[in-house]
């Protein structure tokens, strides 16, 4: 599978279930891709669900990032 059909399934998945994710801040949520190290970082409010990034989870990113 690539990367992009992994993400599609993981943003399919999202909107699907978009309380599944695990939450790490107030409103944020992430997705674990399984075949890629790799997760999507996303905001649930009453009407909107707003994807932030998609982070490799093997890089420390910076602050602010």
């Known amino acids: 599978m690539s990367f992009?059909?992994?993400v599609e399934r993981?943003?399919?998945q999202i909107i699907a279930f978009p309380l599944s994710g695990i939450e790490f801040e107030s409103n944020y949520r992430r997705h674990a891709l399984r075949q890629f190290p790799y997760h999507i970082l996303y905001r649930v409010d009453a009407e909107?669900?707003?994807v932030v990034s998609?982070?490799?989870?093997?890089?420390?990113p910076r602050r602010g990032q």
């Open 54 to 60: 998609v982070v490799n989870q093997r890089r420390r």
């Open 48 to 50: 909107t669900l707003t």
């Open 4 to 6: 992009r059909v992994a």
């Open 10 to 12: 993981g943003l399919e």
